[in-house]
């Protein structure tokens, strides 16, 4: 049978952020190094406990979206994201580059006649896109389905029929039969949405929604 889906909300995401910059936090007082921690965590700390005294969820998202989602308010020209492709060779997005991109993602994905809620279903390798896929989704206030480029065609078929997904990013080299009305998503149809002009905002929505559905 199908493995059983796990979902995460908007808000444990939050809660898992802010969990890991306190991690970070302590191994950076330690002095380890820690790859993308940011200095100023300790604004993030007090935005996170004032968000927990408030009682509010949105207050707590938001302050958190505010201070990870704009990366122009803090580190825009920083590294966030590095492919490498082999031996000095690798292709480098900066923190706005990739703030840029999801939010391109999102309205894409928003353009295909996508509805807050419904799920988009990811089958890809270790490539750019999957992450802009990822968290373009989520930013779009839809629900990103993630799974194993190691799956075969039909496991993949089954999580696609058992999740509801509306739509699919797909590598060509994965095969997957997509059914008819589930809108299919290529490396290319990103490209194309970040050369466009079409941006979104990302959408706070209920903090309570579910952000992404992982099959375990």
């Known amino acids: 049978g199908l493995p059983?889906?796990?979902?995460?909300?908007?808000?444990?995401?939050?809660?898992?952020?802010?969990?890991?910059a306190q991690a970070a936090r302590r191994a950076d007082?330690?002095?380890?190094?820690?790859?993308?921690?940011?200095?100023?965590?300790a604004?993030?700390?007090?935005?996170?406990?004032?968000?927990?005294?408030?009682?509010?969820?949105?207050?707590?998202?938001?302050?958190?979206?505010?201070?990870?989602?704009?990366?122009?308010a803090h580190a825009p020209d920083r590294d966030a994201l590095v492919v490498v492709h082999g031996?000095?060779?690798?292709?480098r997005w900066t923190f706005a580059?990739?703030?840029?991109?999801?939010r391109a993602v999102a309205a894409g994905l928003l353009g295909l006649g996508l509805d807050p809620g419904d799920r988009v279903l990811l089958r890809m390798g270790n490539r750019a896109e999957f992450p802009f896929v990822f968290f373009g989704a989520i930013?779009?206030?839809?629900?990103a389905v993630p799974t194993s480029a190691q799956l075969t065609a039909d496991e993949a078929a089954g999580l696609l029929a058992d999740s509801g997904a509306r739509a699919v990013a797909v590598d060509p080299d994965l095969d997957l039969a997509v059914p008819q009305?589930?809108?299919?998503?290529?490396a290319?149809?990103?490209?194309?949405?970040?050369?466009?002009?079409?941006?979104?905002?990302?959408?706070?929505?209920?903090?309570?929604?579910?952000?992404?559905?992982?099959?375990?």
């Open 43 to 72: 604004k993030v700390d007090a935005l996170v406990a004032a968000g927990r005294r408030l009682g509010t969820a949105y207050q707590l998202q938001d302050d958190l979206l505010s201070t990870f989602g704009d990366p122009a």
């Open 4 to 20: 059983a889906p796990t979902a995460m909300t908007t808000e444990q995401i939050a809660e898992v952020v802010d969990a890991f």
């Open 188 to 216: 290319e149809d990103v490209d194309g949405w970040v050369t466009s002009s079409d941006r979104a905002e990302h959408d706070l929505g209920d903090p309570d929604r579910p952000a992404f559905v992982t099959y375990t």
């Open 181 to 186: 009305g589930v809108s299919v998503v290529t």
């Open 139 to 143: 930013a779009a206030g839809l629900v």
């Open 97 to 102: 580059e990739v703030d840029d991109v999801v």
């Open 29 to 41: 007082d330690a002095g380890f190094d820690v790859v993308g921690y940011n200095r100023s965590q």
């Open 87 to 91: 031996a000095g060779d690798d292709s």
